[in-house]
C-alpha cells in the first residue's frame, strides 16, 4: 500500500495562510507541536511552545489551556525529558499515527509550504 503524500511527515516549517487565524487554540498548539515532532525531530517544551506561539495572539493561560484539553483527549503525550542543565522539563509529542495524519492534513490546507 502506497502512502499518499498528504500522510508523510512534514518536511519544512510553513508560513501560516489566512485559513490558520480560523483554527481554534488547542489546534494551533497541535500544529505547532506536530511542526517540532516532524521537521525538527524533537519534542517541545511548555516555554518554547509560549515563546513560537506568543507572535500568533496566544497567550501562556491560553496555551496552557490548550495543553490540559489536548492531553485530555489523547492527542498529546506529555512526558519527562532532563535540559541541558540537568533540569526536568515537561515535553510533548502528538500520539498516533491517526492523530498525525489528521495534523498533516490540516498543517498543508492552513500553511504556505
Same mark, same amino acid.
Given at each position: 500500500? &502506497?502512502?499518499?503524500?498528504?500522510?508523510?511527515?512534514? &518536511?519544512? @516549517? *510553513?508560513?501560516?495562510?489566512?485559513?490558520? %487565524? &480560523?483554527?481554534?487554540?488547542? =489546534?494551533?498548539?497541535?500544529?505547532?507541536?506536530? $511542526?517540532? +515532532?516532524? =521537521?525538527?525531530? $524533537? +519534542? @517541545?517544551?511548555?516555554?518554547?511552545?509560549?515563546? /513560537?506561539?506568543? *507572535?500568533? *495572539?496566544?497567550? #501562556?493561560?491560553? =496555551?496552557? $489551556? !490548550?495543553?490540559? %484539553?489536548?492531553?485530555?483527549? *489523547?492527542?498529546?503525550? !506529555?512526558?519527562?525529558?532532563?535540559?541541558? /542543565? +540537568?533540569?526536568? @522539563?515537561?515535553?510533548?509529542?502528538?500520539?498516533? %499515527?491517526?492523530?498525525? #495524519?489528521?495534523? #498533516?492534513?490540516?498543517?498543508?490546507?492552513?500553511? &504556505?509550504?
Amino acid at each position: 500500500m &502506497e502512502t499518499d503524500l498528504k500522510d508523510r511527515p512534514i &518536511e519544512k @516549517i *510553513g508560513r501560516p495562510n489566512i485559513m490558520y %487565524e &480560523e483554527l481554534r487554540s488547542p =489546534v494551533k498548539v497541535a500544529l505547532k507541536i506536530l $511542526e517540532y +515532532n516532524d =521537521v525538527l525531530l $524533537e +519534542n @517541545i517544551n511548555f516555554t518554547q511552545l509560549c515563546k /513560537d506561539l506568543e *507572535g500568533k *495572539g496566544a497567550s #501562556r493561560g491560553s =496555551v496552557h $489551556e !490548550a495543553l490540559n %484539553e489536548l492531553t485530555d483527549r *489523547g492527542t498529546l503525550h !506529555a512526558g519527562w525529558q532532563k535540559n541541558k /542543565d +540537568n533540569h526536568w @522539563i515537561r515535553t510533548y509529542h502528538i500520539t498516533g %499515527e491517526e492523530q498525525k #495524519r489528521l495534523l #498533516r492534513k490540516l498543517y498543508r490546507a492552513t500553511h &504556505e509550504l
